[in-house]
């Protein structure tokens, strides 16, 4: 997926986060498969579940358990075409969440060789807040962060200020 070259500044601000705002004998439901972040929350003394791959669009039985305390999900949402039915599904009390924001300066991301990996949505964090509210979420805590590039030009200046990620702890209401 990274091909070597793993994202160290978002991996490193989401565990920091992450500590802020659950708990290590919380059980964890991350969702999508095994990554090397999941892989990072273990070494790190998490109790991290992965689920299977499956297309949360289409299948949210994962999520309708009460067996978890935690759902998390690192930059899944923006992939699925209603992440509204999976949102509201969540059986687990706490939700934390990154998405990576909308840029104006930058076009719906797309690969052309792998169709899971693009982008439905890019969010602004009011449209965010929003549906997780629709589905039942009371947001706690939130943060934006930026992403720079090690690359000349007027996008990786612009990367360089402007947030390109959106994280969010929330806690389930209804």
């Not at 090397?36 to 039985?61: A, M, Q, R, Y």
């Amino acid at each position: 997926m990274y091909e070597g070259k793993f994202p160290t500044k978002r991996y490193k601000h989401t565990l920091q986060f992450l500590n802020e705002v659950i708990s290590k004998e919380d059980r964890i439901l991350d969702l999508g498969v095994q990554n090397p972040f999941s892989e990072i929350l273990t070494k790190e003394g998490f109790n991290v579940t992965n689920s299977n791959g499956e297309d949360l669009d289409l299948e949210t039985t994962i999520v309708k358990t009460e067996a978890f305390d935690v759902v998390t999900a690192f930059e899944i949402f923006e992939h699925l075409v209603s992440p509204f039915n999976v949102l509201k599904d969540i059986q687990a009390k706490k939700l934390v969440a990154s998405i990576p924001l909308k840029l104006w300066f930058a076009s719906a991301y797309r690969s052309k060789t792998d169709k899971w990996d693009r982008h439905y949505h890019e969010f602004e964090d009011w449209q965010f807040d929003w549906l997780l509210e629709k589905a039942g979420w009371r947001i706690v805590k939130s943060e934006k962060f930026t992403n720079p590039i090690k690359k000349i030009g007027i996008r990786p200046i612009l990367r360089r200020i402007t947030p390109r990620y959106y994280l969010v702890y929330a806690e389930r209401f209804k």
